[in-house]
């Protein structure tokens, strides 16, 4: 078994694994600030969802010492995004600089369509597996045109989810975000804006969303980008992903005044039992 905690430039040495040769395997990507693992509770729960999918066997109480152990000697200044990879043989920390909050970091988002399709009836659509390349590389191809996020449609032409964020419009005063079930993965971030805002699950075709007031994008190190253009049609940021920013940051201020103390190793985050324990008797979902 390799267990690993990774600095910014170093190497990592895994074990060629089910998770190495074919992407069976799941990470999570959390955003630290000031040593606090922000939403971390949230993250490992969900993890805990895909590994009892994957069949991995793997110990909460070792995942969550392990990450709080790596928190514990980071900068107590720093903003990094930490990422959390297990696979069957291996559990590995590693972190890099948060992007969204670098000097210099963008202010909103330019998106496009993607050509590419999210399939709704396949599982690995609703979580975070190492299979993960048609994301990435999406992004890379968009990145490459000038655009900051792709946008995915379902197999039905409706709005699914960005490359590796969740999308809100915004119609007078109501918040929308399409359903899980238009083939997306349930984001941390996504979540907090459906309960803080009260926003409402709605399918959405490209040309609905093209006539929203407002628009924005959310994950867990961003927080909320707005989204000034999505091809030839502009936007301007407005005051819900203001709210949401606001709202996200008020919340990261306390956990980083909690400390890293508020986070016991044995708290309970959803995920307490072993995935061996948690599958037995059980199927594969």
Known sequence: ????????????????????????GTFETIAVSGRVPIFFDKHLARMG????????????????????RACAELDPASEMALKLTVTERNRIVSFRQNPYVAPGAKCAFR??????????????????????????????????????????????????????????AVFGGEVVTPPVTCGLLPGIMRQFVIEKMGAQEHPLTPVELLRADEIFVTNSLMGAMPVCSIGAAAFEPGPVSRRVRDAYGRLVMRM??????????????????????????????
């Open 1 to 24: 078994m390799v267990e690993q905690i990774i600095a910014p430039g170093s190497h990592a040495n895994v074990e060629a694994d089910d998770g190495f040769f074919f992407g069976v």
């Open 49 to 68: 969802e895909a590994l009892r999918f994957l069949g991995i066997k793997a110990d909460a109480a070792d995942l969550r010492a392990l990450v709080l």
């Open 111 to 168: 998106c496009d369509f993607s050509d590419v399709r999210r399939c709704e009836t396949s599982h690995f659509t609703y979580m975070k597996t190492l299979a993960y390349a048609e994301n990435i590389v999406e992004k890379r191809y968009a990145q490459e045109r000038g655009i900051d996020e792709p946008l995915f449609l379902n197999a039905d032409g409706l709005i699914a989810e960005g490359a590796v964020s969740n999308i809100f």
């Open 256 to 285: 980083r005044a909690a400390g890293l103390e508020a986070l016991s190793p044995t708290a309970d985050s959803g995920f307490t039992q072993t995935c061996e324990e948690r599958t037995k008797g059980e199927g594969a979902r």
